[in-house]
């Protein structure tokens, strides 16, 4: 399996445009994370899904931000409109159903709102 | 809810010492431990995991952590620092009951002197 893949991997756009991020996780996978990455907030869990149902959305900073899982190897990461302070690294991650199974990362898109 | 400490947001070891990363973490019921490491321009890549089998895990790349539930701790280490171990490091928890989502400490930087 290639692993997780996202795309794109750097996204420059302007303040008040919308930016869609996407990821296909590893085949089989049922868990489907996103997280934001930041130097002042480290590592922030977004939102995650499970069979593409949303479970839990609480770390999704506003209603700008929104996350799709249409069907299991696919979801996206909305943002509308972009602001400057949305700019960080942006990773989806999957893992399996059995607990303790590790998270497998993607590239990370790098985006960046001027 | 849990939580991970990681003391110590940046350490330096020269070439050949051990390194010695620690990570505390907060949690009501046993949890699952892991150990992350990211290269810069990366995403996260699993070091190991702690899933209540043994309570000294051993990883890639010759590092091991080991599981005190005295302590509630879960230090990673190495005996010999090499170049290549320069990166960013991760300690995570998750829960069963909370699905597989991770709960990441802030990182510790490593820099490995010649």
């Known amino acids: 399996d290639a692993g997780v893949i996202q795309s794109p991997r750097h996204e420059v756009t302007e303040m008040g445009q919308e930016v869609t991020l996407r990821c296909k996780p590893i085949s089989g996978h049922d868990y489907l994370f996103w997280y934001r990455q930041t130097m002042m907030r480290g590592l922030e869990l977004l939102i995650y899904?499970?069979?593409?149902?949303?479970?839990?959305d609480s770390g999704m900073p506003e209603d700008r931000f929104s996350a799709k899982m249409p069907n299991a190897s696919f979801s996206t990461l909305k943002i509308q409109p972009s602001e400057p302070r949305d700019s960080a690294v942006y990773f989806c991650a999957s893992s399996l159903t059995s607990g303790g199974t590790e998270a497998f990362f993607g590239q990370g898109t790098r985006l960046t709102v001027v | 809810a849990q939580s991970v400490t990681q003391l110590g947001s940046h350490v330096s070891v020269s070439e050949g010492a051990l390194v010695l990363l620690r990570c505390n973490y907060s949690s009501s019921v046993p949890p699952y431990l892991f150990w992350y490491v990211q290269y810069p321009n990366q995403g996260l890549q699993l070091l190991l995991k702690y899933t209540s089998a043994a309570t000294l895990v051993k990883g890639i790349n010759g590092f091991e952590a080991e599981f005190k539930k005295s302590e509630t701790s879960f230090h990673l280490t190495k005996p010999s620092a090499h170049m290549s171990d320069a990166a960013e490091y991760f300690c995570?928890?998750?829960?069963?009951?909370?699905?597989?989502?991770?709960?990441f400490g802030g990182g510790t930087r490593v820099l490995v002197k010649p």
């Open positions: 995570a928890v998750s829960l069963k009951a909370a699905g597989n989502k991770l709960t």
């Open positions: 899904f499970n069979n593409n149902v949303p479970i839990d």
